[in-house]
């Protein structure tokens, strides 16, 4: 799925995507090198729509979290294979677009429920004042202090830690759809491959390409 499809999957992908880059705009780059010896893509994909090989995207996943997650990220690419750095940008990109929406709807879904446990601790504590006007009875007040404290309980662990877990794990798959893939040369001395042609026409080729 192409970031700018008109379908509503694609919008949605474009909108995410724009609100990060904003947020991005002014963050520091962090680099890190990636030595691909042979294609890209996974053996078992079909000729319609190429698949990046899981590896190549684990080692990305692996290496990126060293990065903080609203830095943008340089992947310095060295290729061996029959492939181009436009090849593996896109391949990336289309690795990770499902997987940015699929943790986008956790998100909604999570505050959908979250609200609705807070709301439901919250009618159980009014309920709770009612009933126990009527009934003095201290076993009918703690079965709806219990009911109430789960409730609002289970709302604040999704809020503060599962919801948590699924926004870092957004920021990075947004931080590797948006890279930035330069062609270096590892068999040069590292101060020498700053200024070669290779990347300075790698970094001209990437700026010319519209953002997906």
């Not at 991005?24 to 010896?37: F, G, N, Q, T, Y």
């Not at 990305?60 to 830095?71: F, H, I, S």
């Not at 294979?81 to 999570?110: C, F, M, S």
């Not at 429920?113 to 009918?140: E, I, S």
Request: proline share 3%.
């Amino acid at each position: 799925m192409d970031d700018r499809d008109s379908s509503p999957r694609g919008k949605l992908l474009q909108k995410i995507l724009e609100k990060a880059r904003k947020t991005a705009a002014r963050s520091p780059e962090h680099e890190i090198d990636l030595v691909v010896s042979d294609s890209i893509y996974d053996d078992l994909s079909g000729a319609r729509s190429r698949i990046v090989r899981e590896d190549i995207v684990a080692y990305l996943r692996n290496r990126a979290k060293y990065v903080p997650a609203l830095d943008r990220l340089v992947v310095n690419v060295a290729l061996r294979g029959p492939e181009t750095l436009h090849d593996i940008r896109d391949a990336v990109r289309n690795a990770t677009r499902d997987a940015i929406l699929y943790t986008h709807n956790e998100l909604k879904q999570i505050k959908k429920l979250y609200t609705l446990l807070f709301v439901l601790g919250v009618l159980t504590f009014v309920a709770k004042t009612f009933v126990t006007g009527f009934f003095k009875n201290a076993g009918v007040n703690e079965i709806f202090l219990i009911i109430m404290w789960v409730f609002v309980w289970r709302a604040v662990e999704l809020f503060f830690f599962e919801r948590g877990t699924i926004v870092r794990e957004n920021m990075r798959l947004i931080q590797l759809h948006e890279a930035r893939y330069v062609a270096a040369d590892f068999s040069a001395p590292e101060e020498a491959r700053k200024d070669t042609a290779a990347v300075i026409v790698a970094d001209r080729a990437d700026a010319a390409t519209p953002d997906d």
